[in-house]
């Protein structure tokens, strides 16, 4: 059982920074690790849940929202089960509640559906962005 817990988030003010993190635990171990991916969420008050980045562990490969890529940068740190979100020059609209997600599966499936909320069973608790 994949347990996530995302942290990092807070207040900031208009073009400032902020770097989110979210730490697993429960991958299978071994190659099949690699097979895993994890794409950040967010969701504002009355919004639907959306996928702005994603990385699949195999490689590397980064997907991002075509609103955010510009801005938004995900990297992954395997010693530490960690992916981070590092998010520059934010606005108010990135203010909301960030959710990190993961997922075991092929890196086609990946390249095609990686930010459909509905595909993902292991989910973070969330955490908050206010941008002031």
């Known amino acids: 059982q994949v347990q996530l817990v995302e942290s990092g988030g807070g207040t900031v003010q208009a073009g400032g920074s902020l770097r989110l993190s979210c730490v697993g635990s429960?991958?299978?171990?071994?190659?099949?690790?690699?097979?895993?991916?994890m794409t950040w969420f967010r969701q504002a008050p009355g919004k639907e849940r959306v996928g702005v980045a994603g990385i699949y562990f195999y490689g590397g490969k980064t997907y991002y929202a075509d609103s955010v890529k510009e801005r938004l940068s995900i990297s992954l740190d395997s010693a530490k089960k960690t992916v981070y979100l590092q998010m520059n020059s934010l606005n108010s609209e990135d203010s909301a509640t960030y959710y990190c997600a993961a997922a075991f599966v092929l890196p086609t499936w990946y390249a095609r559906n990686w930010h459909k909320a509905t595909d993902y069973i292991y989910w973070g608790q969330g955490t908050q962005v206010t941008v002031s």
């Open positions: 429960g991958y299978t171990t071994g190659y099949t690790y690699n097979s895993y991916c």
